[in-house]
């Protein structure tokens, strides 16, 4: 499984930016999807999950900034970034969590993209 970001970039503050993440592989289905940031010097960090009910889940710093989106014919899955402050700046990284296959069986495991620099400054 391979999970594959785009749309990080350098933004003033207050600009907007929309990051997407397609999955690909042998996956059979998808439990939940969510972005992750890790911001300079500090650990990774929960930023927003969208469940296979299209539920979703923001942490309250992003609460009416950011949505969380997906295209489930593409196992894509969007972050759209509004109201960018510096404090924003990290790397970004998508996660999936669901069933893969592997030869003739299957297991439940998360799998992680390989990131994208999100940078806020004047």
């Known amino acids: 499984v391979q999970l594959v970001e785009s749309g990080g970039g350098l933004v003033q503050p207050g600009g907007s930016l929309r990051l997407s993440c397609a999955a690909s592989?042998?996956?059979?289905?998808?439990?939940?999807m969510g972005w992750y940031h890790q911001p300079p010097g500090k650990e990774r960090e929960l930023v927003a999950l969208i469940f296979n009910d299209d539920t979703t889940h923001y942490v309250e710093s992003v609460k009416g900034r950011f949505t969380i989106s997906r295209d489930v014919a593409k196992n894509t899955v969007f972050l759209q970034m509004n109201s960018l402050k510096p404090e924003d700046t990290a790397v970004y990284y998508c996660?999936?969590?669901?069933?893969?296959?592997?030869?003739?069986?299957?297991?439940?495991?998360?799998?992680w993209g390989q990131g994208t620099q999100v940078t806020v400054s004047s």
């Open positions: 592989g042998s996956i059979r289905s998808i439990d939940v």
């Open positions: 996660k999936l969590h669901g069933t893969v296959t592997r030869g003739s069986s299957y297991y439940k495991d998360d799998f």
